[in-house]
């Protein structure tokens, strides 16, 4: 049932997102993962599991290159903000899922500047 629910999650959330967002969050995850597996293998070491350990290693020092590069394709996008803002889904229930993001977006924007103004 998880799985189903992160799929959903995955699908119906993502048609949201901006590239730049999708990106954002992508660096964001393999950072969470590779902190968890640095953590997996400490765990494991006072265990006196090395195996356990060594694999965690493995794999948390294997994603470096690649959070490397997903960082430098989200700061590439910055220098081209209309690609960085485009809906990440380009299907038209991607397109209005991110006009609907829009929106609230500026909706919540606009009550934002209403209430701090002074009185």
């Known amino acids: 049932m998880g799985t189903r629910f992160s799929d959903l999650r995955n699908v119906a959330g993502d048609r949201f997102l901006e590239r730049n967002q999708a990106l954002r969050f992508a660096v964001a995850e393999i950072q969470h993962l590779r902190t968890l597996l640095a953590y997996l293998a400490a765990v494991a070491d006072a265990r006196g599991a090395a195996p356990r350990g060594d694999f965690c290693r493995r794999w948390e020092e294997g994603l470096e290159a690649s959070e490397r590069a997903v960082r430098a394709a989200a700061a ?7 690609a960085a803002i485009a809906p990440l889904d380009s299907s038209l229930p991607g397109r209005a899922a991110h006009r609907v993001a829009v929106t609230l977006g500026a909706l919540g924007e606009g009550i934002d500047s209403r ?3 002074e009185p």
Do not use: F, Y
């Open 115 to 117: 209430l701090g103004r």
């Open 76 to 82: 590439e996008l910055g220098a081209s903000p209309d």
